[in-house]
């Protein structure tokens, strides 16, 4: 057995750990010039009828998501639960194409190896159909070539790296199978930053800011893009710095900023969010905080850290109550019923990317790879994380999510507390978007007022 690997039944609503042993599905249709068979399951009874043949109605169709620590990482877990999700409706309403639908999660432990390990697993032994999922950059750079040499659709739905994209552009014959459902790539995560800053930071008093970004990768290209486009926006950058990833003390930072006198703390932040947020909060800096803030996109966020992030504004692929499409919310209240908790971004994305496979079998009518890449390249999805469709093969970012400033797929937030003491996230831009479960509307600071 695979301790990494846990399977959720199509039929039964059960959670088992696998390992079963077959063959590889697509080595065997190469080797039969794609005619109809039947392989053996090690472990299991009877024959398995590959797919792809006139007489593979019953066969089930088997899904693999690669997530970090699903049993106790919150990101981890919300990746495979919204995958349960997605699995759970299409079963209730006859599968995919007629056929039940089966979900197996790997554990990829946030390590590049281990993601590469627990890829070949997931394709090789348990013999998916497709493989969505994928959170860590580092790691899905590092499968890309296996996604290739498989040949078998991947849709990542954590990862924001564009180096993915790019190979795809590059040799397209090679890496056509690599698709993004979300979040947006690292450079238009940037670009979502200046349209925020341009179009609403004035609006709630943001005429200079400090950018704040740590020294990660993840964080190049939205740095890039801000030393690139900042200056043409309409806040002045009074303040600006790359910190080292082992910061835990904001002290000398904020006094910097303080004394630079900027309205606003812009940080690009996820290792360091939590000390960031507290040094600012617990000490009442005399400037606002908020930007990118990847701890702050947790919906449980506001308990887990004592309250120290209210006031703060993140970014966020959507909230508890958000109608960023007319599938969020169904999909929101089905998580909650399930699971008593909400998603978090990447779930949105994962449950986007299982609905988004399912859509591409139903009109290709075949599981078969190159005829879904064909569906996928022409697909325009509403889905829970906003409207998705893909860059064209010969884009800069080929097979990338569209980022389309008119339609974003994200929102912005500041954590609240409603008259009842609830926190709650409240979305203030874009406004179609704003949601008025407290104020409805951005509220400075009160020890800045």
């Known amino acids: 057995m695979h301790d990494h ?12 750990r696998v390992g079963r042993d077959s063959l590889n599905r697509r080595t065997v249709l190469k080797a039969t010039g794609g005619a109809a068979a039947s392989v053996s399951l090690a472990g299991c009874v009877g024959s398995y009828e590959l797919i792809g043949s006139s007489q593979d109605t019953d066969e089930t169709i088997r899904i693999g998501v690669l997530a970090p620590e699903p049993e106790s990482d919150f990101i981890g877990r919300s990746m495979a639960q919204s995958a349960e999700v997605a ?27 281990e993601a590469s390990r627990v890829y070949q697993q997931l394709v090789l032994e348990e013999d998916v159909d497709v493989t969505v999922g994928m959170f860590d950059s580092h790691a899905l750079e590092n499968i890309m070539d296996e996604i290739a040499d498989q040949e078998l659709v991947h849709l990542t739905s954590g990862a924001a790296t564009t180096a993915a994209s790019q190979l795809v552009n590059e040799e397209y014959d090679r890496y056509k199978y690599h698709f993004r459902v979300g979040p947006t ?8 930053q200046i349209s925020f800053m341009d179009e609403y930071a004035h609006e709630i008093g943001w005429e200079s800011i400090a950018v704040l970004a740590e020294d990660y990768p993840w964080a190049d290209e939205p740095w890039d893009i801000y030393q690139d486009e900042l200056a043409d926006t309409q806040v002045d950058v009074v303040y600006e710095e790359r910190y080292p990833p082992a ?20 940080v690009t932040t996820a290792h360091t969010g939590n000390e960031a947020v507290l040094d600012w909060s617990t000490a009442q800096r005399q400037f606002a905080f ?45 998580y909650a019923d399930e699971f008593g908790s909400y998603p978090q971004d990447m779930g949105y994305n994962t449950y986007d990317a299982v609905r988004i496979f ?12 190159e005829e879904l890449v064909s ?25 990338d999510l569209v980022f389309n400033p008119e339609t974003p797929t994200a929102v912005y937030f500041q954590w609240q507390t409603t008259d009842d003491g609830e926190p709650v996230r409240e979305v203030i831009w874009p406004e179609e978007h704003a949601t008025d479960d ?12």
């Open 5 to 16: 690997l846990w399977e959720r039944g199509a039929n039964d609503g059960s959670n088992s």
């Open 87 to 113: 699995v759970t409706e299409l079963n209730e309403d006859g599968g995919i194409a007629g056929r039940d639908v089966e979900l197996v999660v790997g554990n990829t432990k946030d390590s590049p190896t």
């Open 185 to 192: 790539n690292d450079r238009d995560l940037g670009n979502a």
């Open 247 to 266: 910061t835990n003390d904001f002290t000398d930072l904020y006094d910097d900023i303080e004394e630079a006198g900027a309205d606003a703390a812009f």
């Open 290 to 334: 908020g930007g990118i803030h990847v701890p702050m996109q947790l919906p449980t966020y506001y308990d887990d850290i004592g309250g120290a992030c209210e006031y703060g504004i993140g970014y966020s692929t959507a909230t508890e109550t958000s109608e960023i499409t007319d599938a969020t919310q169904p999909f929101v209240q089905e």
């Open 358 to 369: 399912a859509e591409a079998v139903e009109a290709a009518g075949t599981v078969d790879s």
């Open 375 to 399: 569906e996928l390249e022409d697909i325009e999805h509403e889905g829970a994380s906003g409207y998705i469709e893909f860059h064209d093969s010969d884009d800069e970012f080929a097979h």
């Open 438 to 449: 407290a104020a409805g509307e951005y509220v400075t600071p009160p020890w800045l007022a």
